[in-house]
């Protein structure tokens, strides 16, 4: 079992940044995939960032967005630049044992933190 916590959303103004936390117990999530995802309102949830050594981003947020991880803390971040209104969303972190863009691939799911972007 793995416990995902989730930290750093908030309301910023466009083009500025934010920085999501997640921090994972019970396991290392070293062992597992990566992944954040988010869902806008009456949208679907979609990936951002998927990975483990090597990444893949989604094509909207590619260059702005930026996955990385701490082992020693058994942490993983999402630093978000440039952010825009249309990034507005509850983004959640996860993890699994597929290198799967689909969210019905990822086994462990943080509670989800609100990102407002305002124009």
């Known amino acids: 079992q793995v416990e995902l916590v989730e930290s750093g959303g908030g309301l910023v103004q466009a083009g500025g940044s934010l920085r999501l936390s997640c921090a994972a117990s019970?396991?290392?999530?070293?062992?597992?995939?990566m992944g954040w995802f988010r869902q806008a309102p009456g949208k679907e949830r979609e990936f951002v960032v998927i990975?483990?050594?090597?990444?893949t981003y989604a094509d909207s947020v590619k260059g702005r967005f930026t996955i990385s991880r701490d082992k020693a803390k058994n942490t993983m971040y999402l630093q978000m630049n440039s952010l825009k209104p249309e990034d507005t969303a509850v983004y959640y972190c996860?993890?699994?044992?597929?290198?799967?863009?689909?969210?019905?691939?990822?086994?462990?799911w943080g509670q989800g933190t609100q990102v407002t972007v305002s124009s």
């Open positions: 019970g396991r290392s999530i070293s062992t597992y995939f």
């Open positions: 990975g483990d050594r090597t990444y």
């Open positions: 996860a993890v699994g044992q597929f290198y799967s863009t689909s969210d019905r691939l990822y086994d462990y």
